[in-house]
């Protein structure tokens, strides 16, 4: 079973531009989470998405946002591209109570 | 809120020794408890989970970690490590239903092994 795969791997930007991030969970997994691992504040929680709608939202600014397709997997969208935004974006399903599935993330650098 | 605290942001031990990270939680009930663990670079890999039942939970490469409720506490612990344990541990909660869905997570624990 293939697990969470997120892409691209590395992904460059400059202030100010967009970033497109993407996500396909697990087979069968309706639900995608999206986490931001920056430096020095952890991991924080971004949004939810299941079945197609938002479900929940972390404590981030509206130009972070996403969607999901049918076929369940997502994209989180970051507008207006700010230095603080570099940091490692973690997309995870959750196969019913065996805990969170993460993938290998997208590393985000912006400049 | 929820809230998890993961005391120790680095700690050192000798390949052979046993290890114990301390994890301790801020919740209204008891909620669902997971610890992962980071290699550099890399995304985040599920060691263990509590959901309820007995309280000591066996989990993959040989750890475990003890819920105590009276102590909001979920430590992880690992007899004898190994070299190739040096990751960052993260300790999380959550609920499985409700509260949003999503997972709260402690700051870390840097974990380096001397050979």
């Known amino acids: 079973e293939a697990g969470v795969t997120q892409s691209p791997t590395h992904l460059i930007k400059t202030r100010g531009q967009q970033a497109t991030l993407r996500c396909s969970p697990i087979?069968?997994?309706?639900?995608v989470y999206w986490y931001q691992q920056a430096l020095g504040l952890g991991l924080q929680f971004l949004l939810w998405?299941?079945?197609?709608?938002?479900?929940n939202r972390g404590n981030f600014p509206p130009r972070f946002s996403g969607r999901q397709f049918p076929n369940y997997s997502s994209e989180l969208n970051v507008n207006a591209l700010e230095l603080e935004d570099s940091a490692l974006y973690l997309c995870?399903?959750?196969?019913?109570?065996?805990?969170?599935?993460f993938g290998s993330g997208t590393r985000l650098t912006v400049v | 809120a929820q809230s998890v605290t993961q005391p120790d942001i680095h700690i050192t031990v000798s390949e052979g020794a046993s290890l114990e990270l301390r994890c301790n939680y801020s919740?209204?009930?008891?909620?669902?408890l997971f610890w992962y663990v980071q290699s550099p670079g890399q995304g985040l890999q599920l060691l263990l989970k509590?959901?309820?039942?007995?309280?000591l939970v066996q989990g993959i490469k040989g750890f475990e970690a003890e819920f105590k409720r009276s102590q909001s506490s979920f430590n992880l612990r690992k007899p004898s490590v190994h070299w190739s344990d040096a990751a960052e541990y993260f300790c999380a909660v959550g609920l499985l239903t409700g509260g949003g869905n999503k997972l709260t997570f402690g700051t870390g624990t840097q974990l380096k092994v001397e050979l």
């Open positions: 919740y209204g009930a008891t909620p669902y």
């Open positions: 998405y299941d079945e197609g709608e938002e479900r």
């Open positions: 995870a399903s959750r196969p019913g109570e065996s805990g969170y599935t």
């Open positions: 087979s069968g997994h309706t639900s």
């Open positions: 509590y959901f309820s039942g007995d309280t």
